[in-house]
């Protein structure tokens, strides 16, 4: 069993952390936040005064952080004061060039590196069950994978350093433009008379069949565990929808990549948390769709 410094326990490090406990390791934490440090204690991770200080005595790094400047700061203090070998793990959705920036800051220290970004939400870290898309070389691949492995129901190495995160950014930007289509289809056959579930009871076994009718359908009923059931409450806030569609953006101008729809997403999410809906489950952009934003 190794022991592992997590920085940044929060909606997703905490539970994180907490499996990884349950799975034997000694976890050294800290977060800038007092009551995530009580909520780390009473899962049983042992509280440090810094990153820093949780760095010391660790094999392994795990970083679950807001966005790319927090991650390139806590590793610009970290990475010195980390033993050479040591693996650092970043968990947290970034863009794709800070995720590079944050491998070359590991490499000068003589550390091995992976940008680990996750999918599966504050349920799948609690169960266990995120899927994780990684990128850095081979010989960090196998370090990591069996770290990650009691917080994963599957690990993907992506590729090299970067492409964690280049296919976190994609698969998000399927899923905002697919939920934007899937609403824009059950409010055309409100239009139209038809019932959701005669909608749902065709599309979802014939070619519009997708995650976000199937398993995040956002109209109540057809699927009883959706946030549509419950006033929208997330689930996946339509702030972080936003943040990965313009990560997505970002990347797409980067490298000369059309992406017209992931441009049109981007602009009905901006306005949807615009309207005060940033803590919205993202499936309500149906509601924004329907000239209805305040349901
Ligand atoms: P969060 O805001 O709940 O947690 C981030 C934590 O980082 C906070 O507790 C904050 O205090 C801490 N932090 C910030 N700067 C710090 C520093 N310098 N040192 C130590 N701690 C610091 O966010 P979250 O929902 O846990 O998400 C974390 C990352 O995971 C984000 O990048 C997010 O996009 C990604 N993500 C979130 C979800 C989700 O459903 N919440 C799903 C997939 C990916």
Known sequence: MATIAF????N???????????????????????????????NGVTIMAS?????????????????????????RDIAPKAAKGTLFIDSSTIDVESAKQAHAIAAEHGLL???????????????????????GSQKAFGKAEPILQPMAG?????????????A??????ILGISMIAVG???????????????????????????????????????????????DYRPGF???????DLRLAQEAAQSAGAATPLGAEATQLYTLFNAMGHEGTDFSGIINFLRGHPDQ
């Open 7 to 10: 920085i940044g326990l929060g």
């Open 12 to 42: 997703m490090g905490n539970p994180m952390a907490a499996n990884l406990v349950k799975a034997g390791h000694t976890v050294h934490g800290f977060d800038l936040v007092t009551e995530n440090l009580e909520t780390a204690a009473s």
């Open 51 to 75: 990153a820093g200080a949780a760095v010391k005595s660790a094999e392994t790094v795990i970083t679950m952080l807001p966005a790319g400047k927090h991650v390139l700061s806590v590793y």
């Open 113 to 135: 590196s992976i940008d680990a970004p996750v999918s599966g939400g504050v349920g799948g870290a609690e169960g266990g069950t995120l899927t994780f898309m990684a990128g």
């Open 154 to 166: 599957r690990v993907v190495h992506c590729g090299n350093d970067g492409a964690g995160q280049a």
């Open 168 to 173: 976190k950014i994609c698969n998000n930007m």
């Open 184 to 230: 824009e289809a059950f409010v055309l056959a409100e239009k139209l008379g038809l019932s959701h579930q005669a909608l749902f009871d065709v599309a979802s076994t014939s070619s519009g069949q997708c995650w976000s009718l199937t398993s995040y359908c956002p109209v109540p009923g057809p699927v009883p565990a959706s946030p549509a059931n419950r």
């Open 237 to 243: 806030a339509a702030g972080l929808m936003l943040k």
